[in-house]
């Protein structure tokens, strides 16, 4: 993660987590006084994917520039999130090259599953370009700052909210991504790295293992609809 090792407290979280290695921000060399650029990131995670290993890995990287709040003055904060974005899709591209590469002198295959934890906040963008209606505001105005969500959504109204893309690609072409796809559409976030550890990994750990089940069951399913 290129950013502090106790923001969320991760330090502390993810070996609890089955995590074996972490990297963060005060291992890499940043220049930056607010989001670090993604690339610090992509640049240590390609170090590991480097080395050797008879096993299956994980990596899980969490990127932080494309975190807002965003310049207002160009499309209510767009126009920012827009360049960074095309910033961190071109450095992420080249991550998957660089990692293909390596992974094919191993004679391993790879798999990369790409999400957003939340929608960046771009609230009044979101409802001028109809992504998001009004009945899901108490609250508008010029400015994104100007708005409130309303304290009460239904379902349908905290999906459309929260819903993210999700992008599964592998070198793999016995892997049926598209069917994961479309399995892992409708289900929370915390969903995805937990059913993808226990299809691709020999050993998930205990978390992730306890998540995967609780995310097939039918109880999940009630909490949703």
């Not at 095309?86 to 450095?91: F, H, K, N, P, V």
Request: glycine share 4%; charged share 20%; with cysteine.
């Amino acid at each position: 993660h290129n950013y502090t090792r106790q923001f969320w407290k991760r330090d502390m979280v993810y070996p609890k987590l089955g995590f074996q290695n972490l990297t963060f921000l005060d291992q890499m060399t940043s220049k930056s006084d607010h989001w670090p650029d993604d690339q610090l990131l992509f640049d240590a995670a390609i170090r590991g994917v480097d080395q050797p290993a008879s096993f299956s890995r994980l990596f899980f990287l969490i990127t932080v520039n494309l975190h807002g709040p965003y310049a207002e003055k160009d499309e209510h904060g767009h126009a920012d999130y827009d360049r960074r974005m095309r910033r961190s899709i071109g450095q992420l591209a080249a991550f998957v090259e660089a990692a293909n590469v390596a992974a094919k002198r191993m004679h391993r295959r790879t798999v990369y599953i790409v999400f957003g934890d939340h929608k960046p906040p771009l609230l009044k963008w979101f409802h001028e370009q109809g992504v998001l209606d009004s009945s899901l505001f108490s609250r508008q105005g010029p400015s994104t700052r100007d708005y409130r969500l309303a304290p009460k959504l239904s379902t349908d109204q905290r999906r459309q909210l929260q819903s993210v893309p999700l992008l599964i690609l592998s070198t793999d072409p016995t892997l049926n991504v598209g069917q994961w796809t479309e399995a892992l559409g409708q289900r929370p976030f915390y969903c995805i790295p937990a059913l993808l550890a226990t299809k691709l990994l020999t050993n998930p750990s205990n978390f992730f293992a306890a998540v995967a089940n609780f995310c097939n069951s039918p109880k999940l399913q009630e909490m949703l609809f």
